[in-house]
């Protein structure tokens, strides 16, 4: 399974933002067109997505809070996060936040004036955050949602946070759910509040190593212990989150090498990173408002 930094690896070198699809070479063509000698069936597929909870779960069961590191790079690449008055009180909410690898490292650099809420699918995530030595119960709730769902708003209010984040979690979702957790986002945001993004981008290298057997649907894939990633374009982002209500203030290719030259590794990886800001109605509210008020006149 790919992380968003593999471990063992140096610091990642040569960063860059494009705004265009990774051109192919034939030989990965090749393997992409391999993948679809044996895609999963459609009845494994749904059971992928029964099981999710479970196989997250299980996954966190094995590597504990060892398998992601923690992501000190958010305040470089994410300069949103800093731009506050050191007085002034921000809410900040991690989506799918995992074992905290986002949350602490901003804990450790002195966010004294965030209060903090993080919610995963997995109860054992959960669990690992709150045993955390970092965890302040009187700074931090954090607690077990699903994203596709309105469990979220059982401890979050609509418009209080002025920050979220999806950092390497809507490619674990099946495509059918984005607009789902995009609405979420939506919520929970304050007006003129900030979605921070990143997540795995088309044609990454960990897309392409992927075997017959393991495909689920169109740049949707099945890992080794059941967990599921999709590999984004910006175009789908774009759509995605305009349609949910967002202005678009980054919406691009991440391009970098990770190196270790003691162990003579050079791994190319593609993220796709965004910037969203809550400004409007999502679409379908907007035409179920300009409905209503047809209606309305109507009948008065």
Same mark, same amino acid.
């Given at each position: 399974?790919? @992380?968003?930094?593999t471990?063992?690896?140096?610091?990642?070198?040569?960063?860059?933002?494009?705004?265009?699809?990774?051109? &192919?070479?034939?030989?990965?063509?090749?393997?992409?067109?391999?993948?679809?000698?044996?895609?999963?069936?459609?009845?494994k597929?749904?059971?992928?997505? *029964?099981?999710?909870?479970?196989?997250? $779960?299980? =996954?966190?069961k094995?590597?504990?809070?060892? +398998?992601?590191? $923690?992501?000190?790079? %958010?305040?470089?690449?994410?300069?949103?996060?800093?731009? =506050?008055?050191?007085?002034q009180?921000?809410v900040?909410?991690?989506?799918?936040?995992?074992?905290?690898?986002?949350?602490?490292?901003?804990?450790?650099?002195? =966010? %004294?004036? #965030?209060r903090f809420?993080?919610?995963? +699918?997995?109860?054992?995530?959960?669990?690992?955050?709150?045993?955390n030595?970092?965890? $302040? $119960?009187?700074?931090?709730?954090?607690f077990?949602?699903?994203l596709? %769902?309105?469990e979220?708003?059982?401890?979050?209010?609509?418009?209080s946070?002025?920050?979220?984040?999806?950092?390497?979690?809507? @490619?674990?979702?099946?495509? @059918?759910?984005?607009? *789902?957790?995009?609405?979420?986002?939506?919520?929970? &945001?304050?007006?003129?509040?900030?979605?921070?993004f990143?997540?795995?981008?088309?044609?990454?290298?960990a897309? &392409?190593r992927?075997?017959?057997?393991?495909?689920i649907?169109?740049?949707?894939?099945?890992r080794q212990?059941?967990?599921?990633?999709?590999? +984004?374009?910006?175009?789908?982002?774009?759509?995605? +989150?305009?349609?949910?209500g967002f202005e678009?203030?980054?919406?691009?290719?991440?391009?970098?090498?990770?190196?270790n030259?003691?162990?003579?590794i050079?791994?190319?990886?593609? #993220?796709?990173?965004?910037?969203?800001r *809550?400004?409007?109605?999502p679409?379908?509210?907007?035409?179920?408002?300009?409905i209503?008020?047809?209606?309305?006149?109507?009948?008065?």
């Amino acid at each position: 399974m790919e @992380s968003d930094e593999t471990e063992q690896l140096t610091a990642p070198t040569g960063v860059t933002f494009k705004h265009r699809l990774k051109e &192919l070479t034939e030989e990965e063509n090749r393997r992409l067109g391999t993948q679809n000698s044996r895609i999963i069936p459609e009845a494994k597929a749904l059971k992928l997505e *029964k099981d999710a909870r479970r196989h997250w $779960d299980l =996954f966190y069961k094995r590597n504990e809070t060892k +398998f992601f590191k $923690d992501r000190h790079w %958010t305040t470089r690449e994410f300069q949103e996060l800093i731009n =506050f008055d050191p007085e002034q009180s921000v809410v900040y909410f991690e989506m799918g936040c995992g074992v905290g690898n986002m949350m602490f490292p901003l804990v450790e650099e002195g =966010f %004294t004036n #965030f209060r903090f809420y993080a919610c995963d +699918f997995s109860p054992r995530a959960v669990g690992f955050v709150k045993s955390n030595k970092l965890y $302040d $119960d009187s700074k931090m709730e954090v607690f077990c949602a699903d994203l596709t %769902t309105d469990e979220v708003f059982q401890t979050v209010k609509d418009n209080s946070v002025d920050v979220a984040s999806l950092i390497f979690v809507l @490619s674990a979702v099946s495509p @059918s759910s984005w607009h *789902k957790v995009a609405h979420v986002a939506w919520r929970a &945001l304050k007006p003129g509040g900030i979605l921070l993004f990143r997540d795995y981008g088309r044609y990454d290298m960990a897309q &392409l190593r992927f075997k017959p057997g393991h495909k689920i649907a169109d740049n949707f894939y099945m890992r080794q212990d059941g967990t599921r990633s999709y590999y +984004f374009t910006e175009e789908e982002l774009l759509e995605l +989150f305009t349609e949910a209500g967002f202005e678009i203030l980054m919406n691009t290719y991440v391009e970098r090498r990770t190196v270790n030259l003691k162990e003579k590794i050079d791994v190319p990886r593609i #993220f796709v990173q965004g910037k969203y800001r *809550k400004t409007s109605c999502p679409k379908g509210m907007i035409q179920f408002t300009i409905i209503y008020k047809d209606i309305s006149k109507k009948k008065a």
